[in-house]
């Protein structure tokens, strides 16, 4: 009897343990929809509103270029203008990512009127196994935010949320 009181006490472990956890850098939103994102490059500030609400606000990183609107693949600078979120990129190697609709078909237009290739893949992402400083300005282009940051913002965001990249 004893031995069988173990044996489920075991069992009963186990299975706890194996319902528990799980990935905790996916996380559950349940507040308010986020229906604009804002950037704001010189401040180094991305918004989360509902309506005219601020739900959230981060400190954020950019391109290693920062000032200026991203023209050309390589140059280091963050878009600026009105874009959308595209998907969700949970095997990021940036811990999480969120994609950001550059280029648009202006974006295409003007780099190829100059032989040049636009970009691409921006994102908001975490720092995860970026092997530089993680200080200052540090992205391609991107929006950099903490990997803790990221798995709040990463729950929040819907596909096709609005985001304006201001200067």
Known sequence: MAFLRILLLVGLAFG???CGGGDKKFRTYRGPAVTTIQVHKA???MYLLHKDKVLKQYDIDLGFAPVGHKQFEGDGKTPEGAYYITHHNPKSR???SVGVSYPDALDR???ASQGKSPGGDI???????????NKGD?????IAVT??????????????????ILP
Do not use: F, N, V
């Not at 994102?123 to 970026?130: A, N, Q």
């Not at 540090?138 to 991107?142: E, I, R, Y």
């Open 43 to 45: 401040d180094r500030k």
């Open 147 to 164: 990997d803790k940051e990221i798995e709040e913002i990463y729950s929040m965001l819907r596909q096709y949320t609005p985001i304006y």
């Open 16 to 18: 706890l343990a194996a």
């Open 94 to 96: 940036y811990h999480l």
């Open 138 to 142: 540090w992205t391609a282009g991107c």
């Open 123 to 133: 994102m908001i992402h975490g720092r995860s196994d970026y092997k530089g400083t």
């Open 109 to 111: 237009a003007y780099a």
